[in-house]
Nanobody, 115 residues
Framework: QVQLMESGGGLVQSGESLRLSCVVSGSTASIKALGWYRQAPGNQRELVAR???????DYADAVRGRFAISRNNAFNRYYLQMTNLKPEDTAVYYCKAVSSWGDVWGQGTQVTVSS
């Protein structure tokens, strides 16, 4: 099975940067894709960025060019580098793994961007 733990959230000002981390424990070889999602109050959870096991990535239009997803060589840490943050990026950010065991979510980390 797979477990996920996010970290790196915080309070920043508009235009600043943050890097989120998602630590993967358990059967990392079973992961087919890992995505970063976010949910703002009153909104549905939405996909921000996703990386497939072959390294292919895709991004939501709202963050393309500002956010970058990456991982380490051991495939047990995934990152979301966020630059030029905007107040509308404020949300709880989650990582989600699609694995042979099914979909697994982390507990989330709060990102707050002040104007």
């Amino acid at each position: 099975q797979v477990q996920l733990m996010e970290s790196g959230g915080g309070l920043v000002q508009s235009g600043e940067s943050l890097r989120l981390s998602c630590v993967v424990s358990g059967s990392t070889a079973s992961i087919k894709a890992l995505g970063w999602y976010r949910q703002a109050p009153g909104n549905q959870r939405e996909l921000v960025a996703r990386m497939l096991v072959n390294g292919a990535v895709d991004y939501a239009d709202a963050v393309r060019g500002r956010f970058a997803i990456s991982r380490n060589n051991a495939f047990n840490r995934y990152y979301l580098q966020m630059t030029n943050l905007k107040p509308e990026d404020t949300a709880v950010y989650y990582c989600k793994a699609v694995s042979s065991w099914g979909d697994v979510w982390g507990q989330g980390t709060q990102v707050t961007v002040s104007s």
